[in-house]
């Protein structure tokens, strides 16, 4: 009898993406449980029960699917298997568990991806360290080593730019005594542009795949997308086949966030991420219905939004801790940077700062790119972290 | 040397409209006391403190001024005399106290606008009885008698349409050996249309106005809204500068929602609310900056954010529990409104019904005014509340 609102939603992780998930949950209504190890985690203002516990504690997952309808994550490196087992026994898990698992080891995720037919550079596993050279001869250099489980913001890859650098590209990925099974290599891609789709999946099977959106990374973390990303139409109808196509071949409900190169040969997918984005959150402002949003009527089984933008232009921009920066923080300059047109600014409340860590982002909407772009720079160099 | 962003906001009440403000609040990550005697009130998953206690004990007011850095509050019908008192010793309270006790006394209020110089309907203070049927056979009937306090979704008003009826009018409002004093009586408006604008002041003086927006009551009570009004271009200006009229006239900081009537003969202001207003939900979707998020920025004294739409047409509607309904509860149709383009459901999470309590709304953006307000009303139609 109870209707789809009653759905209890737990989410393992309060960390942005868990608030701001949270924010969407709430704001239709639904019983929110958070599993996040901070006590003072984002997300945790937000919900109506923050589990404290470790992220990996099997008890707590068991914990969580007895209570709560449905789960789901916020980030990928959770334990898979036993969310396996969960769902064996009856628990919804969307992505499910076996989404999460083929897309946890990049190897596999580029294989169904291959298979799928989404385009994707040429990669190679790994049996032996010859077979890096093998393909460094066949491809050229530079090759790109990667580790099939844990990487992310750049973390888990290493370039060889020519055969005397393999050893120590190797070695920076791979702990003493570790299996080169681990790693695998792809062929170096020259790319015009970074960007992703982000593709949401229904329970009733509908897509919704949003506009693709330009990133820009510095020191591999994300630092601002762009939407729309400024390609070609036939670019822009080839990133929302794909959307859909990687959606179909991962078999997933929920939000998808399909990270791309764009190429003078065309698209490439590099990375898939089952769950909401950074490279989305201009969707808050911008769009009929935000990833976060969609990520929660997808996995109640609501039908989706429209993903279309409802503004012409959207710029957002990480507020990242600086790189030698620990510990208590203050806020200093938000007065300046909410003076200027069609700025929003989101602060995720983390108590304290790390080097390089994602504390807030500021989105612009308005009618114009370059515009946008320009007020988004500008409030951005306003944000700045103070020591508390 | 703290920054704005650490400003401690406490807000009096927590239902729907301490929600929404909640939702900003900690957007922009600020700390968050709210105060409201439901232990499952709807903000209570919003904030990061919630003071189960009394809206009218002033232990409690203290206690929060003490703790937070600045107070506002959702609704008007509070201890404004001792806020008062804390603002003397030093507490910042927006809109100021003084505001608020200006705007509760609905006469004192009238009095203002029309010493102001805003547009108000003829109106005029009681000593006796008399004074009621001096008014009719000045104004014709119906008169409108209307109580100084209290009054809100139409109680506190009653109309008499015949000098006969002035008595029966009069009872209803005044308690058994009750002030006459505490009545007024107001010429009947006949108008074309209820609408309203909001206008915030910030804590530098700049005003932002909203574009008028049209009203339809049912039972004294908003049913929905719709933004823009679609009145003349004379008459949206007229609205805007009476908008940021008020607000000068009250000296007042945040959110100020101006009821008007639009008659043949122009604007008249009808009421004054000193808070973010049910006619402005559709501002979440449908504008730069939501009502929510600029009495934030008004309040904590951060720059304001364009009231300007993002899409050229909003219509809200309200979901109101059937009048003869009570207890637990259960929402039926949210995937048939939700299937509908363009439309965001907030339910506020209400533990129980009552008889045509605000339960939540449904908000429609889109290109075309009429589209928009014919999928609002099949959306609304959907949603039903069904016994639990």
Redesign the interface.
């Given at each position: 009898?109870?209707?789809?609102?009653?759905t209890k939603i737990g989410i393992i992780g309060g960390g942005q993406l868990g608030k701001m998930m949270a924010?969407d949950t709430?704001?239709?209504?639904f019983h929110?449980t958070v599993l996040d190890p901070e006590a003072n985690c984002p997300a945790h203002?937000?919900?109506?029960r923050h589990v404290v516990a470790d992220l990996y504690e099997r008890r707590t997952y068991r914990e969580m699917a007895e209570t709560c309808d449905v789960l789901t994550y916020e980030f990928e490196h959770i334990d898979a298997e036993y969310l396996l087992t969960l769902e064996n026994e009856g628990c919804r898990v969307y992505p499910t568990a076996k989404n999460l698992i083929n897309i946890q080891d990049k190897l596999t995720q580029k294989r169904m991806l291959q298979e799928g037919g989404a385009p994707v550079p040429e990669f190679t596993p790994l049996d032996k360290k010859n077979d890096i050279f093998a393909a460094g001869e066949k491809w050229g250099y530079p090759v790109m080593l990667k580790t099939r489980r844990g990487g992310y913001d750049g973390k888990g890859n290493a370039a060889a730019e020519r055969p005397e650098q393999v050893e120590e590209a190797l070695n920076s990925l791979l702990p003493e005594g570790g299996n080169i099974n681990e790693i695998f290599v792809e062929k170096w891609v020259q790319y015009d542009m970074e960007a992703s789709v982000l593709a949401c999946r229904g329970l009733d099977g509908a897509i919704a795949v949003y506009p693709l959106a330009k990133n820009l990374h510095e020191d591999s973390i994300l630092r601002s997308t762009a939407a729309p990303a400024g390609v070609s139409p036939l670019i822009a109808e080839n990133s929302r086949r794909i959307g859909e196509m990687v959606t179909e071949i991962f078999g997933g409900i929920g939000m998808f966030c399909i990270e791309m190169f764009v190429t003078k040969d065309g698209l490439l997918v590099n990375e898939v991420a089952p769950r909401p984005h950074n490279s989305g959150h201009y969707t808050i402002e911008a769009c009929?219905?935000s990833q976060f949003?969609n990520h929660v009527?997808a996995v109640t089984?609501?039908?989706l939004?429209?993903p279309h933008m409802?503004?012409a232009a959207a710029v957002m921009t990480n507020i990242i801790s600086p790189p030698f920066f620990s510990g208590a923080y203050?806020?200093?300059?938000?007065?300046k940077a909410?003076?200027l047109?069609?700025?929003?600014?989101?602060?995720?409340?983390k108590q304290t700062a790390r080097p390089k860590r994602k504390m807030?982002h500021i989105t612009v909407?308005g009618n114009d790119l370059n515009e946008v772009r320009k007020t988004a720079e500008e409030a951005a160099s306003y944000i700045t972290l103070?020591k508390d």
């Open positions: 009898l109870a209707g789809i609102l009653d924010q709430k704001k239709m209504g929110l203002s937000l919900c109506d009929y219905t949003e009527r089984g609501l039908p939004g429209s409802k503004t203050r806020v200093s300059g938000a007065e909410l003076g047109q069609g700025v929003t600014l989101h602060m995720y409340g807030g909407v103070v």
